[in-house]
Protein backbone atom coordinates (compact mmCIF):
# COMPACT_ATOMS: atom_id res chain seq x y z
CA UNK A 1 0.00 0.00 0.00
CA UNK A 2 1.40 3.39 -0.73
CA UNK A 3 1.83 5.89 2.58
CA UNK A 4 -0.76 8.57 2.61
CA UNK A 5 0.21 12.08 2.53
CA UNK A 6 -1.10 14.68 4.39
CA UNK A 7 -2.43 17.80 2.24
CA UNK A 8 -1.06 20.54 2.70
CA UNK A 9 -2.41 24.14 4.45
CA UNK A 10 -2.16 27.23 2.17
CA UNK A 11 0.76 28.59 4.93
CA UNK A 12 2.39 25.26 4.02
CA UNK A 13 2.89 25.78 0.76
CA UNK A 14 3.99 29.06 1.06
CA UNK A 15 6.69 27.65 3.24
CA UNK A 16 7.52 25.00 0.71
CA UNK A 17 7.81 27.67 -2.11
CA UNK A 18 10.42 30.31 -0.24
CA UNK A 19 13.93 29.54 -0.40
CA UNK A 20 16.05 28.23 2.02
CA UNK A 21 18.75 30.45 3.83
CA UNK A 22 20.78 27.91 4.65
CA UNK A 23 20.54 26.26 1.53
CA UNK A 24 23.76 26.62 -0.75
CA UNK A 25 23.66 28.69 -4.11
CA UNK A 26 22.88 26.98 -7.46
CA UNK A 27 26.15 26.38 -9.52
CA UNK A 28 26.40 28.79 -12.37
CA UNK A 29 25.64 27.64 -15.98
CA UNK A 30 28.44 26.07 -17.22
CA UNK A 31 30.15 28.52 -20.09
CA UNK A 32 30.99 27.34 -23.38
CA UNK A 33 34.60 26.92 -24.33
CA UNK A 34 34.38 29.94 -27.23
CA UNK A 35 33.02 32.10 -24.63
CA UNK A 36 35.67 31.12 -21.95
CA UNK A 37 38.48 32.16 -24.41
CA UNK A 38 36.74 35.09 -25.88
CA UNK A 39 36.00 34.08 -29.12
CA UNK A 40 32.88 35.53 -30.96
CA UNK A 41 29.76 32.99 -31.33
CA UNK A 42 28.29 32.48 -35.00
CA UNK A 43 25.89 35.14 -34.35
CA UNK A 44 27.86 37.49 -33.76
CA UNK A 45 30.16 36.56 -36.36
CA UNK A 46 27.12 36.71 -38.98
CA UNK A 47 26.57 40.27 -37.40
CA UNK A 48 29.64 41.60 -37.98
CA UNK A 49 29.81 40.29 -41.71
CA UNK A 50 26.34 41.62 -42.26
CA UNK A 51 27.76 45.42 -40.97
CA UNK A 52 31.09 44.69 -43.17
CA UNK A 53 29.56 44.28 -46.08
CA UNK A 54 27.24 47.29 -45.60
CA UNK A 55 29.82 49.39 -44.96
CA UNK A 56 31.53 48.08 -48.30
CA UNK A 57 28.10 49.16 -50.02
CA UNK A 58 28.40 52.37 -48.74
CA UNK A 59 31.97 52.90 -49.93
CA UNK A 60 31.31 51.50 -53.55
CA UNK A 61 28.25 54.04 -53.35
CA UNK A 62 30.30 57.46 -52.66
CA UNK A 63 33.40 56.84 -55.07
CA UNK A 64 33.14 58.11 -58.56
CA UNK A 65 35.88 55.92 -60.13
CA UNK A 66 36.42 52.29 -59.61
CA UNK A 67 37.65 50.21 -56.75
CA UNK A 68 39.91 47.24 -56.49
CA UNK A 69 39.38 44.82 -54.04
CA UNK A 70 43.06 45.54 -52.97
CA UNK A 71 41.92 48.58 -52.63
CA UNK A 72 39.07 48.49 -50.29
CA UNK A 73 40.60 45.94 -48.34
CA UNK A 74 44.00 47.93 -47.82
CA UNK A 75 41.75 50.93 -46.49
CA UNK A 76 39.36 48.80 -44.03
CA UNK A 77 42.38 46.28 -42.81
CA UNK A 78 40.43 43.26 -43.86
CA UNK A 79 41.97 40.11 -45.44
CA UNK A 80 41.70 40.46 -49.42
CA UNK A 81 39.58 36.67 -49.74
CA UNK A 82 36.87 38.43 -47.41
CA UNK A 83 36.16 41.50 -49.51
CA UNK A 84 36.26 39.53 -52.84
CA UNK A 85 33.56 37.40 -51.48
CA UNK A 86 31.32 40.26 -50.17
CA UNK A 87 31.95 42.20 -53.86
CA UNK A 88 31.01 39.16 -55.81
CA UNK A 89 27.60 38.59 -53.24
CA UNK A 90 26.84 42.44 -53.69
CA UNK A 91 27.25 41.80 -57.73
CA UNK A 92 24.90 38.91 -57.14
CA UNK A 93 22.44 40.76 -55.03
CA UNK A 94 21.52 44.29 -57.17
CA UNK A 95 21.51 41.62 -60.16
CA UNK A 96 17.99 41.24 -59.81
CA UNK A 97 15.34 42.84 -62.18
CA UNK A 98 13.84 44.27 -59.17
CA UNK A 99 17.02 46.70 -58.79
CA UNK A 100 17.48 49.65 -60.68
CA UNK A 101 20.89 49.94 -60.18
CA UNK A 102 23.66 47.60 -60.21
CA UNK A 103 27.02 46.82 -58.61
CA UNK A 104 29.70 45.24 -61.09
CA UNK A 105 33.36 45.19 -62.33
CA UNK A 106 34.29 48.44 -64.09
CA UNK A 107 38.05 48.89 -65.49
CA UNK A 108 39.06 46.48 -63.25
CA UNK A 109 37.43 47.93 -60.07
CA UNK A 110 33.60 47.71 -58.92
CA UNK A 111 31.77 50.38 -59.45
CA UNK A 112 27.83 51.62 -58.55
CA UNK A 113 25.39 52.63 -61.26
CA UNK A 114 21.81 52.54 -63.08
CA UNK A 115 21.37 49.44 -65.28
CA UNK A 116 21.21 50.27 -69.12
CA UNK A 117 17.70 49.80 -69.81
CA UNK A 118 16.70 52.28 -67.16
CA UNK A 119 19.06 55.49 -68.74
CA UNK A 120 16.46 57.15 -70.74
CA UNK A 121 13.70 57.32 -68.41
CA UNK A 122 16.18 58.36 -65.66
CA UNK A 123 17.64 61.42 -68.25
CA UNK A 124 14.06 62.56 -69.35
CA UNK A 125 13.39 62.50 -65.44
CA UNK A 126 16.56 64.09 -64.20
CA UNK A 127 15.67 67.17 -66.75
CA UNK A 128 12.46 68.22 -65.24
CA UNK A 129 14.30 68.57 -62.00
CA UNK A 130 15.47 71.80 -60.53
CA UNK A 131 19.03 72.39 -61.62
CA UNK A 132 21.40 71.82 -58.29
CA UNK A 133 22.27 74.88 -56.41
CA UNK A 134 25.13 76.30 -57.28
CA UNK A 135 27.16 78.86 -54.70
CA UNK A 136 30.10 81.18 -55.27
CA UNK A 137 33.03 81.00 -52.62
CA UNK A 138 31.87 84.44 -51.83
CA UNK A 139 28.53 83.38 -51.01
CA UNK A 140 29.90 80.24 -49.18
CA UNK A 141 32.18 82.50 -47.06
CA UNK A 142 29.05 84.69 -46.21
CA UNK A 143 26.65 81.39 -45.50
CA UNK A 144 29.50 79.85 -43.25
CA UNK A 145 29.86 83.35 -41.41
CA UNK A 146 25.80 83.53 -41.05
CA UNK A 147 25.43 79.68 -40.50
CA UNK A 148 27.80 79.78 -37.27
CA UNK A 149 26.90 83.93 -36.12
CA UNK A 150 23.71 84.32 -36.35
CA UNK A 151 21.59 86.42 -36.04
CA UNK A 152 23.80 88.72 -37.68
CA UNK A 153 23.70 92.57 -39.29
CA UNK A 154 25.37 92.80 -42.62
CA UNK A 155 27.94 95.11 -41.29
CA UNK A 156 28.72 92.69 -38.73
CA UNK A 157 29.25 89.97 -41.94
CA UNK A 158 31.09 92.82 -44.09
CA UNK A 159 33.50 93.39 -41.13
CA UNK A 160 34.90 89.32 -40.52
CA UNK A 161 34.82 88.95 -44.38
CA UNK A 162 36.69 92.09 -44.91
CA UNK A 163 34.74 92.74 -48.16
CA UNK A 164 31.05 94.54 -49.47
CA UNK A 165 28.11 91.96 -49.60
CA UNK A 166 25.06 93.10 -49.79
CA UNK A 167 24.93 91.20 -53.74
CA UNK A 168 25.64 88.08 -51.98
CA UNK A 169 23.20 88.42 -49.33
CA UNK A 170 20.72 89.33 -52.00
CA UNK A 171 21.60 85.60 -53.81
CA UNK A 172 21.20 83.54 -50.73
CA UNK A 173 17.85 85.34 -49.91
CA UNK A 174 16.45 84.68 -53.27
CA UNK A 175 17.57 80.79 -52.81
CA UNK A 176 16.05 81.13 -49.50
CA UNK A 177 18.85 79.52 -47.60
CA UNK A 178 19.00 82.75 -45.20
CA UNK A 179 15.98 85.18 -44.04
CA UNK A 180 15.24 88.08 -42.00
CA UNK A 181 15.23 87.72 -38.19
CA UNK A 182 14.02 91.26 -37.10
CA UNK A 183 16.22 94.23 -36.32
CA UNK A 184 19.27 94.69 -33.89
CA UNK A 185 18.56 97.39 -31.16
CA UNK A 186 21.66 99.94 -32.07
CA UNK A 187 21.78 102.89 -33.94
CA UNK A 188 20.20 102.57 -37.34
CA UNK A 189 18.54 99.14 -36.60
CA UNK A 190 20.53 97.10 -38.95
CA UNK A 191 18.68 93.94 -40.31
CA UNK A 192 19.70 90.32 -38.28
CA UNK A 193 19.97 87.88 -40.94
CA UNK A 194 19.90 83.67 -40.30
CA UNK A 195 20.04 80.25 -42.25
CA UNK A 196 16.74 78.69 -42.87
CA UNK A 197 15.10 75.02 -43.29
CA UNK A 198 16.14 74.81 -46.42
CA UNK A 199 19.93 75.86 -45.49
CA UNK A 200 19.78 72.30 -43.26
CA UNK A 201 17.99 70.37 -46.40
CA UNK A 202 20.83 71.09 -48.73
CA UNK A 203 23.55 70.63 -46.59
CA UNK A 204 22.12 67.76 -45.06
CA UNK A 205 21.21 68.75 -41.32
CA UNK A 206 18.73 68.01 -39.07
CA UNK A 207 19.37 71.02 -36.84
CA UNK A 208 22.53 73.36 -36.03
CA UNK A 209 23.70 71.29 -33.35
CA UNK A 210 24.99 68.95 -36.38
CA UNK A 211 27.00 71.65 -37.79
CA UNK A 212 31.31 70.91 -37.49
CA UNK A 213 33.04 72.90 -34.92
CA UNK A 214 35.36 75.94 -36.36
CA UNK A 215 38.38 73.32 -35.78
CA UNK A 216 36.66 71.23 -38.19
CA UNK A 217 35.13 73.63 -40.87
CA UNK A 218 39.26 74.36 -41.29
CA UNK A 219 40.25 71.07 -41.65
CA UNK A 220 37.36 70.47 -44.24
CA UNK A 221 38.49 73.87 -45.82
CA UNK A 222 42.32 72.45 -46.29
CA UNK A 223 41.53 69.03 -47.62
CA UNK A 224 38.93 70.82 -49.98
CA UNK A 225 41.70 73.71 -51.11
CA UNK A 226 44.36 70.75 -51.02
CA UNK A 227 46.31 72.45 -48.81
CA UNK A 228 48.88 70.62 -46.80
CA UNK A 229 49.46 72.62 -43.94
CA UNK A 230 47.03 72.96 -41.57
CA UNK A 231 48.55 75.82 -39.85
CA UNK A 232 47.53 79.21 -40.18
CA UNK A 233 49.89 81.02 -42.30
CA UNK A 234 50.82 84.71 -41.36
CA UNK A 235 49.42 87.45 -42.84
CA UNK A 236 51.53 89.35 -45.33
CA UNK A 237 52.88 92.95 -43.41
CA UNK A 238 51.94 96.10 -45.05
CA UNK A 239 53.58 98.68 -44.17
CA UNK A 240 52.12 101.93 -43.45
CA UNK A 241 52.37 104.48 -46.36
CA UNK A 242 55.50 107.10 -45.75
CA UNK A 243 56.03 110.74 -47.20
CA UNK A 244 59.15 111.47 -49.66
CA UNK A 245 60.95 113.35 -46.73
CA UNK A 246 60.66 109.79 -44.86
CA UNK A 247 62.05 108.00 -47.29
CA UNK A 248 64.73 110.10 -48.41
CA UNK A 249 65.71 110.22 -44.50
CA UNK A 250 65.93 106.65 -44.42
CA UNK A 251 68.01 106.65 -47.66
CA UNK A 252 69.80 109.13 -48.76
CA UNK A 253 70.72 107.65 -51.75
CA UNK A 254 67.02 107.56 -53.16
CA UNK A 255 65.43 109.57 -55.52
CA UNK A 256 62.27 111.20 -54.44
CA UNK A 257 59.32 110.14 -56.14
CA UNK A 258 58.27 112.31 -59.18
CA UNK A 259 54.94 113.78 -59.04
Do not use: C
Amino acid sequence: MKPMVEPQTPQQAELALEPDPGAEPAPPAELTADELLGRSTPAAAQTARAELKALIEAIVYVTDEPLTPRQIAGGLNRPLDEVQAILEELVADYSSPARGIWIRQVAGGYKMGTKPEHHEAVRAFAKTLTPPLKLSMAALETLAVIAYKQPITAPEIMAIRGVQGAGVLKTLLEHKLITTAGRKNVVGRPILYKTTKEFLIQFGLNDLSELPSLKEFEELARLAFGSGDSSPQPAPAVSAPVSAEEAAARDPSAEPPSL
